[in-house]
Every structure is written in structure tokens, then in C-alpha cells.
């Protein structure tokens, strides 16, 4: 294997073919969280959900797929056009290359990575930072004021939450000393007799919270859906969006719920360890239960009110964040010392 | 292969400043500049600074320009209308043009170009522990004063936006 990753063609050839796996991998996991998520609110509210394409359903998005894509890819008169076209893909290519830096355990001590970087998380970051130019530039171009209004909003609710997002991890980073998504994982203790991985939830249960919290707030999911809020907005940005262009928005919102809950399992759930579990599986389960929340907040939650949504990140979440670094490195210390 | 992205990003970054000027709409403007700020982090990537490179694109790409944005959207698609009266700056730009590029020339002349330092520890150069060393210990200073003038800013900006009377 080094062999080939010594080689220069050979590494590249490893590389496309490492990331031609990946976007499938996503892809078809995308497909299949649309329709977990469906069933799992259909049970929630008290109905079977889809249940007629396939066996349990499970064809749905198939159908749907195919639905979408045959429609007629419609722009309204006075958009513009370009900007338009443009703004759906921004948000695509933002959410699957977070998936570059994002380590996946395969085996016990078989991981599978496309970039292992110094900075790891913080490139997660600058995509979400960026996926925000999607939304407001979709909904500027639409020529609609619900579109507009949409976008601004979600540019304001990203931007605060993003903040709060950033420095719930800052206390993770101080413990490892690493912003590498892999050295986080691989982070051991020696507590008495133990001496292995642990899941820093343990370390930082408060840095969690505020993580849990802002994600489901920066991937625009209910009850922080306030972007497309229907009553007051119609449909947010996504209103003059169809087909496939809406396809592109609604996948990138699907892997970008994905990717922060891998993120949330590898920082804060030990990634691929779990007791006697195999590795792929244990990253797998811990991933599933994340997206199972997600879908349980969006059918249990009423939707927040804009102003409260302000206040919870800027008076609440963002100054308990501050307070959870400094005491974090005041441990630290002291620990040391 | 760096060589390849470096004329890629460096054309990308010129093309993105013309784009600044030239366009007629605010909006594609502010665009423009993101797509220099974008160009210039993989400049910044190609030269070992990772840490560099990815504050880049959060701070400038992802926080102050989507402010621009904020901004501009409000201002609808409107189109701004060329004035015909400024247009002597035309040919008056055309000779500052030329004289920068004359100065710009002049001082390339006795440039004399040297190998990069062969002493570096590549693999901790521009990562975030190496520039957290950094900040804390040899540029602690410069780098504390700095946010207290970020933190004068902020304060400013607060106590500007507050209307007459307004004691919340």
C-alpha cells in the first residue's frame, strides 16, 4: 500500500479512486437518511410513513430521484440567472468536501482518510462558513423578497451560531493538543488500571451540549429551521427553487446533517471505539443514533422565534462557551502543575 | 503539480480583482472578492501555512465578506448606472497606471533572488502548534494589544449603533 502511495500516478490514481468510494458512500447514505428520516417522523406522528416503493419503502428515494430529475429544470423571469445556477452548487461542493478531512475506521487500526491535515477541524469550518454564501446569494437571485428575507436570516443565524460552534471545541483541542480529527479520536488516558481511548464527552459534557446545540442550528434543521420558516416565508431561500436545483440544496442539507454528526461521534464519542464492537460498525451506530436525534428534535420541538433564537446563541450558548475554555485551561493547568 | 495550482489560483485572484471593479452590480463585486480571498488561501496553502490558509477562509471569506453580503442583498438586484461625468478618470487612471508599473519595475531591478531556508523543520512549519508558540510566547505582546484594539473596536461599533435615549 505505501508502495503505491510512493508512486506519483499511483497515488493519484489511489486518491480518485478513494474519493470516487467516498461520494457513493455519502451519496447513497444521503438517500437513506431522507428516508429513515421520513419513516422515523412518520412513526413520531402516529402514521407508517412511506411504506408502498419497495419493501418498507425503501425505493422511495429512488422514485423521488427519478421524479425530480425528469421535472422541468424551471428559473423564473428577472432572476439572476447565473448566480441562480451557481448558488445550489456552492452549497454541494461545501458539503462533500468536509468529507475529505473526516477519518472513518474501518478495522482495528485500518482507517480510511482522503486528507489528514494539520488543521483538520477547523477546514470543516471554513465549508460551513462558506455554505452560508449558498443560501444567501440563492436567495438573493430568486428576485423575491421571501427568498431574500430567507437568506438574510440564515446568513444572520449562521454567522451566531457559528461562533458558539467554533469555541464549544476549543476545549477538546486544549486537552489533545491537536486539531487532527484522527489524534482526537485516538486520544488515550491512563486512569488506574485503564489505559485506552476514551470518549471526551467525558472531559467536556458542557463543550457537547453547546456542539449539539449550535450543529443542529448551523445545518438549518428544525427547531432552528428559521430560514425557511414556512409560515412567515413561504419557503426561504429554497421558495423559486425546483428540481434539480432544489435536489442540490436538499442533499447538501442531508450530508451536511451527516457530517456533523460524524464530527460529533469523532470528537466527543470516541469515533470507531466501542467496547468489543467492530469499528465500522461502532462509527456507523454512533452516526445513526445522531441522525435519529436530529429527527427526533424535528418532531418534538416547535420552531424557535427569531428573536429567541438570537438570544439563545448570543446570550446563552456563546458566553457559556467563553466560560467552558477558561475553565477547561484552568484545569489544565492546575492538572499539570 | 504546485507550479499548475499556483498559475490556476494566481489567475483566479487577478481575474477576481478585475471582477471588483468592473462589474456593474454590488452584489457581483463582493463576489468577486471572495473568489480573490478564496485564491489567495491556496496561495497560502501552497506555501506550508495550513493555519494560514484556513483563517483565511473563515475569517475573510466566511465572516467579514458575508457581512458585505448582508449589506449589499438589501440593496436588491438594482444595477448601478455608469456617469458619464467622470470621464476624464479614464485616461487619468491610464497614466497611473502606467507610472506604478513604472516604480514597480524600478524596484525589481536590483532584486537579487535567494533559495528558501534550508533549516526549516517542515513538518511543524505553519501548523497551528507552531503559530500557537508563536502567538503566546515571542509575540505575546503585539498579539495582546491587538485585541484590546479589536475589543476598542467592538465597543466603539456598540456604542455607535445605539440610538439617542436609548438606555437598554
Known sequence: ?337 | MAIVIFFIAAAMAVAGGIGVISFRQPIRSVLSLVVVMIALSVLFLLLSAQFIFVAQVIVYAGAVMVLFLFVIALLGPAKEIAKSRLRFQASLSALFVLALFGLLWAMLQGVTYRQPDKTVDMSIFGTVQSIGLGLFTKFLYPFELTSLLLLVAAIGAIYLSRKEGDDR
Open chain 1, 1 to 337: 500500500m505505501s508502495g503505491i502511495y510512493n508512486d506519483p500516478i499511483g497515488h493519484w490514481v489511489v486518491v480518485v479512486v478513494a474519493i470516487a468510494i467516498l461520494l457513493f458512500v455519502v451519496l447513497t447514505a444521503t438517500a437513506y437518511t431522507v428516508w429513515f428520516e421520513r419513516v422515523a417522523l412518520g412513526h413520531i406522528q402516529r402514521r407508517p410513513g412511506p411504506n408502498r416503493v419497495g419493501p418498507w419503502g425503501l425505493m422511495q428515494l429512488a422514485a423521488d430521484g427519478v421524479k425530480l430529475a425528469f421535472k422541468e429544470s424551471f428559473v423564473p423571469a428577472k432572476t439572476e440567472r447565473t448566480l441562480f445556477v451557481v448558488a445550489p452548487c456552492i452549497a454541494v461542493a461545501a458539503a462533500f468536501l468536509a468529507w475529505a478531512v473526516i477519518p472513518i475506521g474501518l478495522w482495528y487500526n485500518v482507517q480510511y482518510w482522503i486528507a489528514d491535515i494539520n488543521v483538520g477541524v477547523l477546514l470543516v469550518f471554513a465549508l460551513s462558513s462558506l455554505n452560508v454564501y449558498a443560501i444567501v446569494i440563492g436567495g438573493w437571485a430568486s428576485n423575491n423578497k421571501y427568498s431574500l428575507l430567507g437568506g438574510l436570516r440564515s446568513a444572520a443565524q449562521l454567522i451566531s451560531y457559528e461562533m458558539a460552534l467554533g469555541l464549544a471545541l476549543v476545549p477538546t483541542f486544549m486537552i489533545v493538543g491537536s486539531l487532527r480529527l484522527r489524534d482526537i479520536v485516538e486520544y488515550t488516558v491512563t486512569w488506574g488500571p485503564y489505559h485506552g481511548p476514551i470518549p471526551l464527552i467525558l472531559l467536556t459534557p458542557i463543550g457537547f451540549v453547546i456542539y449539539l446545540i449550535a450543529a443542529v442550528a448551523e445545518t438549518n434543521r428544525a427547531p432552528f429551521d428559521l430560514p425557511e420558516a414556512e409560515q412567515e416565508l413561504i419557503g426561504g431561500f429554497l421558495t423559486e427553487y425546483s428540481g434539480l436545483k432544489f435536489v442540490m440544496y436538499y442533499l447538501a442539507e442531508y450530508v451536511n446533517m451527516i457530517t456533523v454528526s460524524a464530527l460529533a461521534a469523532l470528537l466527543f464519542f470516541g469515533g470507531w471505539y466501542l467496547w468489543f464492537v467492530p469499528p465500522v460498525l461502532a462509527f456507523l451506530l454512533k452516526i445513526v443514533l445522531f441522525l435519529f436525534l436530529y429527527i427526533w428534535l424535528r418532531g418534538t420541538f416547535p420552531r424557535l422565534r427569531y428573536d429567541m433564537l438570537m438570544r439563545l446563541g448570543w446570550k446563552v450558548l456563546l458566553p457559556l462557551a467563553i466560560v467552558n475554555v477558561i475553565v477547561t485551561g484552568t484545569i489544565l493547568v492546575a492538572s499539570q502543575g
